[in-house]
């Protein structure tokens, strides 16, 4: 069982330690599929892209490049189809105007028709100028083909292009850059995968989904075989303007997911969507935190943190009963009833930041709970516990104790320091539960929860790049909170985990 006070060691010490290596742990589903490259010089090119990322290609000379044909050619051998739900499908282009391989379907939905060649330019920006990061010369960029050292969002960075998925790992395909109208990004790059084309995949579709912050920040993108099991084909799909139809990293599937906000409490999850309150005027939910400085971009996160904050207090509500619907001993009854009272405080808080930098008194509006009734299957309660306890709650404490740490108001600072103290004992108290709740788990059991939380480490890790970096105020973006998730994940997450499964 996971001691108290040595995770919150661990997690200290997971900060506090230097710059952990990148995780590659990142097991998916082999892509094993047959792609034709038409290239620029009017030449088609047959991959083979096996497993081990063996590539055997052949070129000859057939004089067709228009889209039209590609398109025809798209339809592929060697793998059963059924008829493809992609009606109407319209060619995309690519930054140079080319057809890009990828299709818009009448309904919106986007898929990989075929393979092209990208333009392998690298990205529009300026060559390292700074003194911190992980390169300094292209000459350091060395994991990949055309590896280039730049100035990325925080220091330096290498940056990887492509011209065909051969430039890219087995389990990933090439991007062409300006191909998907909401990535911001125009350069041809890697993005994971598990089908490189639509021949690849029963349904015959094998679609690409961009992640989005919502504001028109920087987006990733997964691509993946639609199944007749997806929740979602495009964004319409989806409720609300904060939620996008994407592919969850490892288990390829398709879901409407929500940008969780950075620190937020444990969120409530409805079919492993968050749910939350909307944020309305009323002068009872926000504790007064000093001198109003206006500041739009704080206020509006603050308030984003507010409502996930709010609805973590559901999210406790339910553990409740969930627990005791299993019969959980009474100290697990006890934290978890306490962790919903931190979380009220916690909202007021975040409603006050809110406030101080300039957002009018406001508070919660009605919380929606169509279908957040207790769920009674114990192997669900086991999955959601991974994701909103021991994967969410763990990362998002680390985070809140580095924007502590960092805080240049005291105030501010001892603010955000009680909230990291409450969220490290509700991490500890996710990873007890588990603890708990696997206690008599078979070694199959086990296995089939490390590949949830593995699932979710690493939608966690892929997510959509966080721009807010502002660490005078608390707020850890860019490369540095990359580099903080992936040290907390390998230091506190899979440690966690070892100590549980006893691996
Ligand atoms: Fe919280
Ligand atoms: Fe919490």
């Known amino acids: ?12 010490l997971a900060v506090a330690l230097g710059c952990g290596s990148k995780d590659t742990d990142t097991a998916s589903d082999t892509v094993d599929g047959d792609a034709d490259t038409d290239t620029d010089s009017d030449a088609d090119t047959d991959s083979d892209t096996d497993a081990d990322s063996d590539a055997d290609t052949d070129s000859d000379t057939d004089a067709d490049t228009d889209a039209d044909t590609d398109l025809a050619h798209s339809g592929h051998t060697g793998t059963t189809t059924t008829a493809s739900n992609c009606v109407n499908p319209q060619p995309i282009a690519d930054s140079r105007g080319q057809w890009s391989g990828l299709v818009r379907c009448a309904d919106g939905a986007v898929n990989r028709a075929t393979q092209r060649s990208c333009d392998p330019a690298p990205p529009p920006w300026s060559a390292c100028s700074q003194t911190f990061g992980s390169c300094s010369v292209d000459a350091d960029c060395t994991a990949g083909p055309n590896g280039r050292c730049l100035d990325v969002y925080f220091g330096c960075g290498c940056v990887y292009s492509c011209a065909t998925d051969t430039d890219c790992g087995a389990n990933e395909v090439c991007l062409c850059g300006g191909a998907m109208p909401t990535v911001t990004d125009s350069w041809s790059h890697c993005v994971p995968a598990n089908c490189a084309t639509d021949a690849d995949c029963a349904s015959g579709e094998c679609g690409v989904a961009v992640q989005t912050d919502g504001i028109g920040c920087p987006n990733y993108a997964l691509v993946g075989c639609r199944t007749p099991t997806d929740l979602c084909r495009e964004d319409g799909d989806c409720v609300g303007a904060d ?60 308030l984003r943190i507010a409502e996930m904050e709010h609805a973590s207090v559901a999210s406790f509500a339910r553990a409740t009963l969930e627990l005791m619907a299993l019969g959980a001993p009474p100290d697990l009854l006890v934290e978890t009833q306490r962790a919903a009272v931190d979380e009220v405080e916690h909202a007021r808080l975040a409603w006050g930041l809110a406030r101080r930098y300039g957002a009018p008194e406001c508070g919660p509006g009605p919380l929606p709970l169509d279908g957040a009734a207790p769920r009674r299957d114990r192997d669900a309660i086991v999955r959601g516990l991974v994701w909103e306890a021991c994967v969410g709650e763990t990362v998002a404490a680390a985070e809140l104790r580095e924007g502590a ?62 721009t807010l970096h502002r660490p005078e105020h608390g707020f850890v973006g860019g490369v540095a909170r990359d580099r903080l998730r992936a040290r907390v994940v390998e230091r506190v997450v899979r440690a966690g985990w070892r100590a549980i499964a006893k691996t």
């Open 243 to 302: 939620q996008f139809c994407t592919i969850r990293p490892v288990v390829f599937d398709w879901r409407c997911r929500t940008v969780p906000p950075l620190a937020c409490g444990r969120p409530l999850l409805v079919d492993e969507v968050p749910v939350h309150a909307v944020t309305t005027a009323r002068g009872d939910w926000s504790t007064p935190l000093g001198e109003t400085t206006e500041d739009p971009e704080l206020a509006e996160r603050w």
């Open 1 to 12: 069982m996971t001691d108290l006070r040595a995770f919150r060691t661990t997690i200290l």
């Open 405 to 466: 740490r960092l805080a240049a108001d005291p105030a501010l600072a001892a603010t955000l320091r009680r909230i990291a103290d409450d969220e490290e004992r509700h991490a500890a108290l996710g990873w007890r539960t588990l603890a708990w709740l696997l206690r008599d788990a078979t070694t199959q059991e086990l296995a089939a929860v490390e590949r949830e939380l593995e699932a979710a480490v690493g939608e966690l890790l892929a997510g959509p790049p966080e």
